[in-house]
């Protein structure tokens, strides 16, 4: 028996539906367009808004409530070892990328930085009264830092603020140092309290901090509160794992590092010693930046060891002295790029 396949069954079409369909598809393409054009420009409006603000309306960070700290009274710090870092320092090079044969100075300098100015007023008078250009880096805590400061503005010197801040240890760094369980209101007010209190004040070196300064968040809002002042930031270096310096360079500060410490022991040879590493030093890649403290035995080696230096073709500056050449030979002009 021959079977018969079945008939087939032939389905009407109709071109109405798939006419419908078409519509559907260019009505969410044009939406799309048109909210993709709206989101961009409302991106930009905001990119206008944002670029037309004043830069301290712009800050990340803020403080609402500052607290008032002008009635601290002041009290003399209490005794604690210098911290130094126990990290081989590499010393700040130049980019050789930007400038690899421009020598950076003409002659070798040295930024000479007394600390913990302020508690011994003689002290800090003697320091001003060496025949050199240096910078003075005065406690905010110390009675006399107010005329302390306008003092050495007045002579012609770079006053900083020797910020304290929590180091590493049990050590008390100070009245009003910053501590990492601070909120970022607080931190910020003790800034502004500190910069207030030191008139005059260039930059900024810490006292202490070796634990402070290793936490990028809390010195990015410490530094970014006092940020509309431009400050300098002098990283002491009281730890191999400071990150002071990079968080100043990302908020576009001037930065510089200490090189060298002059009197962790405070012995007139072992002071003679460090000066003779920072010549060493400046000589090789032409400035050094060394710290020392307003210690007898150190201001008589710096007294008997200027005048010498000089005639050996040394030149003393002041960090702000130093930041700006150096500022200008490390950046690409039509000057040096030409020299390569």
């Given amino acids: 028996m021959t ?20 519509i559907v598809a260019c009505a969410y393409l044009v939406g799309a367009v048109v909210f993709s054009a709206a989101s961009q420009a409302e991106r930009t409006d905001r990119s206008a808004v944002s670029a037309s603000l004043p830069p301290a309306t712009r800050q990340a960070v803020r403080a609402r409530n500052l607290h008032d700290y002008s009635g601290l009274a002041a009290t003399d710090a209490l005794p604690e070892p210098l911290e130094v870092s126990e990290t081989d320092v590499i010393p700040l090079t130049a980019d050789t990328a930007m400038a690899p044969d421009l020598p950076l100075v003409s002659a070798p300098r040295i930024a000479i930085v007394i600390d913990d100015v302020g508690l011994d007023v003689a002290a800090a008078q003697r320091a001003l009264d060496l025949d050199t250009p240096l910078s003075l880096a005065i406690l905010p805590y110390a009675e006399a830092a107010p005329s302390l400061s306008a003092q050495t503005v007045a002579r012609g010197r770079d006053v900083l603020l020797h910020m304290p801040m929590e180091p590493v240890g049990l ?34 070196n810490n006292h202490m901090g070796s634990r402070f300064t290793a936490d990028p968040r809390a010195m990015r809002v410490a530094l970014a509160s006092v940020a509309e002042q431009n400050p300098l930031f002098l990283d002491s270096l009281t730890t191999g794992e400071s990150r002071g310096r990079a968080v100043a360079d990302g908020l576009g500060l001037r930065a510089l590092q200490r090189d060298i410490f002059l009197d962790h022991v405070i012995d007139a040879s072992q002071i003679e010693a460090r000066l003779a590493e920072a010549e060493e030093l400046a000589r090789e890649r032409g400035w050094a930046v060394v710290i020392g403290h307003p210690h ?16 050996r073709g040394v030149e003393f500056v002041t960090l702000t002295q130093l930041s700006a050449q150096l500022d200008t030979r490390l950046r690409p002009t039509a000057e040096n790029t030409s020299q390569r």
């Fill in 296 to 311: 007898a035995e150190t201001l008589d080696v710096l007294e008997n060891w200027l005048s010498p230096a000089r005639e």
């Fill in 171 to 204: 050590a008390d760094p100070g009245p009003n140092a910053l501590r990492l369980g601070l909120s970022d209101e607080d931190l910020a007010a003790r800034m502004r309290w500190a910069y207030a209190r030191v008139p005059g004040a260039v930059g900024i």
């Fill in 3 to 22: 079977r018969r396949s079945a008939p087939s069954i032939r389905t009407p079409h109709s071109a109405i539906p798939a006419f419908a369909g078409a």
